[in-house]
Nanobody, 118 residues
Framework: QAQLVESGGDSVQPGGSLRLSCAAS????????MAWYRRAPGKQRELVAH???????NVADSVKGRFTISRDNAESTVYLQMNSLKSEDTAVYYC????????????WGQGTQVSVSS
């Protein structure tokens, strides 16, 4: 059951840009926080950015000034605009959603690959 579906991952050169999208299924109700995590080879999972339903956004220091998170509540979609990409941004990016309505409360996407290399 693909309840969170990411798209937009690709292979780009350093300095390039990508925009990731994550659409939540209509079967998910009561979404509060949505976020992007990433898992790079040899590293632990990292929280990249998160955003509340009322639009309060936060990004990790490692991507501050380069990445922007936003959401469209009407479409239950979260975006991650990635500019000035670096090789260290290479990772599988995962969408996450937290809900206030059970029974699950936590949802993860399948991930989308972002590769940055010259």
């Amino acid at each position: 059951q693909a309840q969170l579906v990411e798209s937009g991952g690709d292979s780009v050169q350093p300095g390039g840009s990508l925009r990731l999208s994550c659409a939540a299924s209509r079967s998910i109700f009561g979404i509060s926080v949505m976020a992007w995590y990433r898992r790079a080879p040899g590293k632990q999972r990292e929280l990249v950015a998160h955003i509340t339903k009322d639009g309060r956004a936060n990004v990790a220091d490692s991507v501050k000034g380069r990445f922007t998170i936003s959401r469209d509540n009407a479409e239950s979609t979260v975006y991650l605009q990635m500019n000035s990409l670096k090789s260290e941004d290479t990772a599988v990016y995962y969408c996450y959603a937290r809900t206030t309505i059970g029974p699950e409360y936590h949802y993860w996407g399948q991930g989308t690959q972002v590769s940055v290399s010259s």
